[in-house]
């Protein structure tokens, strides 16, 4: 299996901060991965696709890079609605896997 | 407006079963890759199953042999058969549209409750 690595575990930052996120994969995954915004009680929200790909209505203060084992979630200036926890997720090959999240918390 | 709404969950005795379902409205189920994804209390995702549009079904190692994923197409409904169930199947379960040709999932159900415990 696929194993995704998320670091950091969590981070507290400002509003108007930047902040990044890193997934790592245990194997070349090509672009294959999503990330993910989850707040408390809610489900997940794709806020991006093939590595790099926004979503239709997601903020452009989301971004994502990366290729086969290394990716990055930025968001370039922190707002108040973004204080959640992210996950990204790897569908290169089964078992689809996801990373063990990082919560982004308010400094 | 596309939409998925999940139902079924419940209280469950270890090695009961139970079937979800997630009814669709606004897209067609049988058109498009849809997985389960589920949340165990306080912990991280974890992809369960997928069903392509072809048919083809895929699962994770922890549920293989045990939970099923199918579709009626008359419907617009997806399911998941749960059999044999064990204490760490309790966890929310979601439903989800993946994109096609990309397999990010963009629409997701509000999620039901399965707790399995005597």
């Known amino acids: 299996d696929i194993q995704m690595t998320q670091s950091p575990s969590s981070v507290s930052a400002s509003v108007g901060d930047r902040v990044t996120i890193t997934c790592r994969a245990s194997q070349g995954i090509y672009s294959w991965l999503a990330w993910y915004q989850q707040k408390p009680g809610k489900a997940p929200k794709l806020l991006i696709s093939?590595?790099?790909s926004l979503q239709s209505g997601v903020p452009s203060r989301f971004s994502g890079s990366g290729s086969e084992t290394d990716f990055t979630l930025t968001i370039s200036s922190l707002q108040p609605e973004d204080f959640a926890t992210y996950y990204c997720?790897?569908?290169?090959?089964?078992?689809?896997?996801f990373g063990q999240g990082t919560k982004v918390e308010i400094k | 407006e596309v939409q998925l709404v999940e139902s079924g969950g419940g209280l469950v005795q270890p090695g009961g079963s139970l079937r979800l379902s997630c009814a669709a409205s606004g897209f067609t189920v049988s058109n498009n890759y849809m997985s389960w994804v589920r949340q165990a209390p306080g912990k991280g995702l974890e992809w369960v199953s997928v069903?392509?549009?072809?048919?083809?079904?895929y699962y994770a190692d922890s549920v293989k042999g045990r939970l099923t994923i199918s579709r009626d197409n008359s419907k617009n409904t997806l399911y998941l058969q749960m059999n044999s169930l064990r204490p760490e199947d309790t966890a929310v379960y979601y439903c989800a549209r993946n994109l096609y040709g990309d397999y990010g999932m963009d629409v997701w159900g509000q999620g039901t409750t399965v707790t399995v415990s005597s």
């Open positions: 093939s590595a790099s």
């Open positions: 997720q790897q569908a290169n090959s089964f078992p689809w896997t």
């Open positions: 069903i392509y549009s072809g048919g083809s079904a």
